[in-house]
């Protein structure tokens, strides 16, 4: 009896997990996707002691605040690629409003930044 292509195509691929979690534009971390192929396994919180090691070893696939794709970056290299992304946006002539309100939102990257520090 041959299985059909469809159920073949819908197994996983790997039995190895994988992690996804998004960036928001003010730095703030959202939960963190544990995947087996395309089944979505559980989500771990950013903050806790699983989610800041899994920050902080790389092993999370990034996505930014405009949906780019940032890759496994440790946490303090996507800070860094956010601020400097900030700071691109503020050396563009912007009006006082526009400027304040890139430069809070670069404060809080820097806030999210330390708080997700571990020290």
Sequence with gaps: MERSSRATRARPTSRTPTYRGT???DGRPGPIEQRIG???????????????????????????????????????????????????????????????AVRDGMERVRGWSRRLRRG
């Design 23 to 25: 960036l928001l534009g």
């Design 38 to 100: 395309r089944r979505l396994v559980r989500l771990i919180d950013p903050e806790s002691d699983e989610g800041l090691d899994l920050l902080d070893a790389g092993r999370v696939d990034l996505i930014g605040p405009d949906g780019d794709a940032l890759g496994r970056l440790t946490t303090g290299e996507a800070y860094r690629l956010l601020l400097e992304r900030l700071e691109r946006r503020l050396d563009r002539r912007l009006g006082r409003a526009d400027s304040a």
